[in-house]
């Protein structure tokens, strides 16, 4: 099928497409005037009941709890499915890449991107460690905060060699540290069973609505994810930049 | 106006499936995918989304002000948790496939081999 052919068949399914979407989105209800009951009862019950003033978190850490933790292990597999694709295998053939520019270099980062990183490292690390912990209080917590640790040494990259990247981040740090998260959450579950709850039920005291230790277990969920989070992204980073560094070898 | 972040949705994902039945680049046709999972954000937030709603952050405002689904909110993290995930996975695959087939071109990766 050549290119063109191809093109008339995806457009003629992709109007058929769109003109099913017309008809599921005819029946429904005019934007902003239907909000499910769910939604209603947690947001009335977040700060009262719950002493979380993010209601988002509230639904994530507390009353999803459990559903959070399969999110968790998703990325958690992900990473691992992606160091495997990226080990080196015993039956590669070696270099030759037909879509390879011979003798092209990669220029050196400029002076701007490396002030400019070198000055964010510091930042990110706190702006992370800030969105973390603050999960329960404002919008953020593990999985945004973790995100934004993981950028920290990619900073790093950016701004200096990769051996300076390497001796920042080693794959025994975002190892454990990936595996210390992942770990937390099922600790935390064992932790509202040994209290005499369910798994993941948040019976820790709730503490004052608005303050750092606010929430029960939520921000110790929120540390849990942040490091599993920064671990898991930092070590599918680390598969990738080997990769390039050791193409760049050959 | 009120259907408008409907048809945002649609448009996005239809111009990503777009993208990927006609891409010449694992690397673009890997992007394409997250285009059309951002159409679903979009569908998302359009229905927690009410009138005169607020985000659902009750640090400075009363605990009975009027705010927008905090569910669907929460949903759509997770969405956005399974596409960093789903690109890993893809990016990861595209790399082996350059090794093993030296193009990303998916017209001309029609050789099978197991």
């Known amino acids: 099928m050549t290119r063109k052919v191809r093109r008339v068949f995806i457009l003629i399914s992709a109007a058929a497409l769109a003109w099913v979407f017309f008809l599921a989105y005819r029946p429904l209800p005019p934007l902003g005037f239907v909000h499910s009951q769910y939604g209603d009862l947690v947001n009335a019950i977040t700060v009262p009941e719950r002493h979380i003033t993010d209601a988002v978190s509230a639904v994530n850490f507390d009353v999803r709890a459990f559903d959070t933790l399969g999110e968790e292990f998703i990325l958690f597999t992900s990473v691992m499915g992606v160091l495997v694709l990226m080990r080196r295998q015993s039956d590669e053939p070696a270099g030759h890449h037909e879509d390879k520019a011979p003798g092209r270099t990669v220029p050196p980062a400029s002076d701007a991107v490396r002030v400019t990183a070198l000055l964010l490292v510091a930042p990110a690390m706190l702006f992370g460690l800030y969105i973390v912990v603050h999960g329960q209080v404002s919008p953020g917590g593990g999985f945004q905060g973790g995100v934004i640790l993981a950028s920290a040494p990619v900073l790093v990259y950016l701004c200096s060699e990769y051996a300076e990247f390497r001796r920042v981040l080693s794959m025994r740090l975002a190892e454990v540290s990936e595996a210390a998260g992942a770990a937390t959450y099922i600790l935390m579950g064992l932790v509202s069973l040994g209290l005499g709850g369910m798994f993941l039920e948040n019976l820790l005291p709730l503490g004052r609505s608005g303050t750092l230790t606010s929430g029960g277990m939520v921000p110790f969920i929120d540390v849990g994810v942040g490091l599993e989070v920064g671990g898991g992204l930092s070590l599918a980073l680390l598969a990738y930049l080997e990769e390039l560094v050791e193409e760049k070898e050959q | ?114």
């Open chain 2, 1 to 114: 106006m009120n259907y408008l972040p409907y048809a945002v949705a649609a448009w996005l994902f239809l111009v990503g499936l777009y993208g990927v039945t006609s891409s010449r680049n694992l690397i673009h046709l890997i992007m394409c995918v997250g285009v059309i999972q951002s159409s679903s954000y979009v569908l998302l937030l359009a229905i927690g989304y009410r009138v005169g709603g607020v985000a659902p952050v009750f640090v400075d405002i009363p605990a009975n002000s009027r705010a927008v689904d905090p569910v669907v909110q929460a949903l759509m993290l997770t969405d956005i948790v399974v596409e960093v995930a789903v690109t890993a996975l893809l990016l990861g695959l595209a790399v082996q496939v350059h090794k093993r087939h030296g193009t990303l071109n998916p017209d001309r990766l029609t050789k099978i081999s197991g």
